[in-house]
C-alpha cells in the first residue's frame, strides 16, 4: 500500500476555509508541545501570546502599528502571487521606501518645512519602493532571470546601503556616534491618532489600501487579468493580455506599498533610519499573504494576527524570559502547515495497493 496526490477537479468550499483555519490550529497545538518541552505552564504561554495583546487599550494600539507594515506589504505580495510572479523581495523594497522617503526627512532636517514634507516622503516611499520592485520584474521579462533569487538577493543590497548610509553621510552628527541618521522634525513624522499611544495614521492608510486593493482584484478588468494570466497564462495571451507588461505592473504595486509601509515605519514609528529598521516584516509579509488566502479582506486579518504574535512575544521575553525567536518559530510553522494544508486543497490523498508483477 502506498499513498499518492491526486490532483482535484476543483476545490471545494469548505476546503478553501477550512484550511487557514486548520494551519492556525495545528501551530497552536505545536506552540502547546514546545511551551511544555521549555517547562513551561502551555495555557499560561498562550494567554500571554495571543489573549494579553488584545486585552487593553495600549495593547491594541500596538497591534494596529504591528499590523500596519504587514497588511500594506501583503496586499501587494498577494497580486504578485495570483499573477504568478514570485517577489520574495518585499524586504528590501522595505527598506527602499524607507530610505528614499527619509532622504526628504534629513536633508530638510534644520531647514523651513511644511506640510507638504510628509506627503512628499510618502510619495517618495512609494516610488522608491516601486523602482526597486521593478529590478527583477524588468530581469525577468527581458533575460529570463529567476525573479524569486534576484528579488531575495536585492534584500541585501537594500540592507547594506542602508547600513552604510546611516554609518556614514546620513549619519547624525550629535548622536555619539551611533549608526542613525537624525530624529525627523515634527513635520516628517506621520501624526498620532490618539495621545498616549503610537497609533498612527498609518493604520487608515492601510485600510483604505485594503479596501482599493478589494475592488481592483474584484470588480475591474485588471483584477480579472491578474487573475487569468496566474491561472491560465495561454487563454491570457489569447485575451490579448501581456505576461509582460502585467509583471511590471504587479511588480511595481507589490514594492510601492511596500515601500510605502518602509516609509510609515520609520517616520511613525521609529522617527529616523537606522540599521535593523524592519524586525522582518517583509518576510513576514509572504505568511500574511498566503494566510489571508491571496485576499486583501484575508490579508487584513492575517495582518492583525501575526501582529499579535510580534507583541506576545515580547510579552513573552519579559514574563517568561523566552528568547524572541520563539516567535519566529511560531511563525515559520505557520507557514509550513499554511503550505501543507494548501496542499489538500489541490490534491486529494489516496491509499492504493501496489501492483503485482
Not at 537594500?158 to 552628527?173: C, K, N, S
Request: aromatic share 8%.
Amino acid at each position: 500500500m502506498r499513498l499518492i496526490l491526486e490532483k482535484r477537479a476543483e476545490t471545494p468550499l469548505a476546503l478553501r476555509v477550512a484550511s487557514p483555519l486548520l494551519a492556525v490550529g495545528l501551530t497552536l497545538v505545536s506552540a502547546v508541545i514546545i511551551f511544555a518541552l521549555m517547562g513551561h505552564d502551555p495555557w499560561r504561554a498562550l494567554h500571554i501570546y495571543f489573549v494579553m495583546p488584545l486585552s487593553d487599550s495600549w495593547g491594541l494600539q500596538e497591534v494596529a502599528v504591528k499590523a500596519t507594515p504587514l497588511v500594506l506589504i501583503s496586499v501587494g505580495l498577494a497580486l504578485c502571487y495570483q499573477s504568478n510572479n514570485w517577489n520574495i523581495g518585499a524586504e528590501g523594497q522595505f527598506l527602499m521606501g524607507a530610505m528614499a522617503g527619509g532622504w526628504l526627512a534629513v536633508a530638510t532636517h534644520g531647514a523651513p518645512q511644511g506640510p507638504w514634507l510628509f506627503p512628499a516622503m510618502l510619495a517618495a516611499g512609494a516610488v522608491g519602493g516601486a523602482l526597486f520592485a521593478l529590478i527583477p520584474a524588468v530581469l525577468k521579462t527581458r533575460v529570463g532571470a529567476n525573479e524569486i533569487l534576484t528579488s531575495l538577493m536585492l534584500v541585501y543590497v537594500a540592507e547594506l546601503l542602508l547600513d552604510w548610509l546611516v554609518r556614514g553621510p546620513w549619519r547624525d552628527p550629535m548622536g555619539f556616534n551611533m549608526p542613525q541618521t537624525v530624529t525627523f522634525s515634527p513635520s516628517a513624522v506621520v501624526p498620532l491618532l490618539l495621545d498616549g499611544g503610537r497609533l498612527n495614521l498609518g493604520t487608515p492608510i492601510a485600510l483604505l489600501v485594503v479596501a482599493v486593493m478589494a475592488i481592483l482584484v474584484g470588480r475591474t478588468l485588471k483584477g480579472f487579468e491578474i487573475k487569468l494570466v496566474g491561472e491560465a497564462p495561454r487563454a491570457a495571451r489569447f485575451a490579448g493580455f501581456s505576461e509582460k507588461r502585467l509583471t511590471w505592473t504587479v511588480f511595481a504595486i507589490s514594492g510601492a506599498l511596500a515601500g510605502l509601509a518602509g516609509i510609515l515605519e520609520a517616520a511613525g514609528t521609529v522617527r529616523m533610519l537606522q540599521p535593523g529598521l524592519s524586525p522582518g516584516y517583509g518576510f513576514t509579509a509572504i505568511i500574511v499573504a498566503f494566510l489571508g488566502r491571496l485576499n486583501p479582506v484575508g490579508c487584513l486579518v492575517a495582518g492583525v494576527f501575526l501582529a499579535v504574535t510580534f507583541i506576545g512575544g515580547e510579552n513573552a521575553q519579559i514574563m517568561l524570559r523566552l528568547p524572541l525567536d520563539v516567535t519566529r518559530v511560531f511563525q515559520g510553522l505557520l507557514l509550513f502547515f499554511v503550505l501543507a494544508c494548501d496542499t489538500l486543497l489541490l490534491y486529494r490523498v489516496r491509499l492504493v495497493g501496489r501492483a503485482v508483477a
